[in-house]
């Protein structure tokens, strides 16, 4: 398991940074998307970056410095470290590799509603982006989410074209079980209770049920996640919390057993 | 006024690449255009991955959009759809 040292790429960043926006965003391109060329197929430093800064990543300003020093004070990489082989071992999962980056505190609403956590998983990589103020457990709360979702798409073993809306719910309910159970309630993502059973129950019946087989690279796919237009705000998220950890009150069954269970099953198991 | 106005001006919402004359590409979807500069923002790109919860298409920051002089365009070509 690798912890990428991206803090080196963080300290050349800050030595570069000259004056405008435009030319900073160019020198993050450069610096951090040349290095993560080589982890994903058929992209541009160009689209690698816009992917990253969509599901995060912070972008140049004058406080980020600041940050980035923040960051390296509290060794968050050591951590991350630390936590990663302790999940390795628990789930027995892939090696991936992981990067870590600052990120985008100036977005209000990633701030008010993650305190500045966002992250990004494959099945063979994991990007986290935090702040300067993360504390340790939330950082290790992020992790396990993030790597349960690498050890999920392994157990799957499907494509990109072959994923859909149930293997996105039951990915997202697991992650959020495995952080309930090593870390407690507390650290739960806010949408893991933003609606009510009773509530669920009908958005079920109206908009995920019918859209179970919708695949991941549809549009729909991700507005049924997080929301769109009528769609409730993280309405895939949440119901995927409520699927998985009722299936995990009736059946008296580990993480690690459960991350190799099919889907289908554990949504058959469950109350829904 | 550029040969390229009505183009840019036909066309806005398509994803477009333009090759200006010091040979930068520029890959972007047409926002507007004035009689000296069409305006690009960038494209969406997904290279999919499962997200924590926050996910904003462009919303890392307004104005992140830049503008090329229409008399510096070498070439320009628009873009299937399906290619964002």
């Not at chain 1, 697991?174 to 129950?201: D, F």
């Amino acid at each position: 398991m690798t912890v990428i040292e991206t803090n080196k790429w963080l300290d050349r960043y800050t030595k570069k940074k000259k004056r405008t926006f435009s030319q900073n965003m160019d020198i993050q391109r450069k610096l951090f998307c040349g290095h993560l060329m080589d982890y994903f197929e058929d992209a541009t430093t160009d689209d690698i970056h816009l992917h990253l800064l969509n599901h995060g990543l912070f972008i140049p300003d004058p406080l980020d410095k600041q940050v980035i020093q923040g960051m390296f004070e509290k060794d968050y990489w050591k951590i991350a470290k630390i936590e990663i082989s302790k999940l390795l071992q628990a789930w027995d999962g892939p090696e991936v590799p992981v990067f870590l980056f600052p990120s985008n505190y100036t977005n209000k609403p990633l701030m008010r509603e993650f305190n500045g956590i966002a992250g990004l998983s494959y099945h063979n990589k994991i990007f986290l982006f935090i702040t300067n103020r993360t504390e340790k457990n939330e950082l290790r709360a992020l992790l396990t989410h993030e790597y349960n979702h690498s050890c999920r798409l392994i157990a799957l073993n499907k494509g990109q074209d072959e994923l859909n809306l149930l293997d996105a719910l039951i990915l997202e309910g697991l992650a959020e079980t495995a952080v309930k159970q090593r870390l407690g309630s507390k650290h739960l993502n806010k949408w893991t209770t933003i609606y009510s059973k009773e509530q669920m129950e009908q958005f079920w019946k109206k908009w995920i049920k019918p859209n179970l087989e919708i695949k991941k690279m549809s549009r729909q796919h991700d507005q049924l996640m997080y929301g769109h237009g009528n769609i409730p705000k993280w309405l895939g998220y949440c119901c995927g919390y409520y699927i998985v950890s009722s299936y995990f009150e009736k059946k008296d069954i580990s993480m690690y057993d459960a991350l190799r269970i099919p889907s289908a099953t554990i949504l058959k198991e469950s109350n829904f | 006024m550029s040969r390229y106005y009505h183009d840019c001006k036909n066309n806005i919402g398509r994803p477009v690449k333009i090759v200006t004359r010091d040979g930068k590409v520029h890959r972007g979807m047409i926002e507007r255009v004035n009689n000296t500069h069409v305006f690009l923002k960038p494209m969406s790109s997904n290279l999919g991955g499962y997200g924590y919860g926050f996910y904003r298409p462009w919303g890392f920051g307004a104005g992140l959009g830049w503008g090329v002089a229409l008399g510096s365009i070498a070439t320009l070509a628009f873009l299937p759809f399906f290619f964002w």
